[in-house]
């Protein structure tokens, strides 16, 4: 949010796109401690019919978070996050995060934001990968703290 202006309810977010490589998807598993072989290892993946890793469905919420926080900068608070899947994305496809502010309130000196967002992959194809997505957050009013 830049130059302290109030989002408008209908206001389109940046789209945030990523390609989240094996290497992506093998440093997320380190960083959450989530090894589990379907995020990492094509031979594992392949031996259950499978193109590929599985993209980790916490990577899917990190992304959601991101979009909303390159969009609402630094000062930016997520307070909730919640969201469904629809379907596998695999190691190397490109996804595409798109949001849509669908409320905006006024509280304890910050705006309070509910962004609408959805992942799809960025191909001909475009199928959706998350769905149902909303996250909320809040952003101080210009000169005031996100309130503890």
Partial sequence: MTGGTTP???????PLRRCLRSVDL??????TWDWHRLHFDQAYAAERG???PIVDGQMFG????????DEFG????VTSVV???????????PVRVDGRVVEVEETDGCHRITVDQE?????EEGRTAVKGARTV???PVDGQEVPA
Wanted: no cysteine.
């Fill in 8 to 14: 408008q309810v209908g206001l389109a977010l940046t």
């Fill in 74 to 77: 630094p000062r930016a608070q």
């Fill in 50 to 52: 499978l193109p590929g």
């Fill in 137 to 139: 957050v809040e952003v």
């Fill in 119 to 123: 992942v799809t992959v960025d191909d």
């Fill in 83 to 93: 969201f469904r899947f629809a379907s596998m994305v695999y190691a190397g496809e």
């Fill in 26 to 31: 093998v440093a997320y598993a380190g960083a």
């Fill in 62 to 69: 990190a992304l959601l978070v991101e979009q909303v926080q």
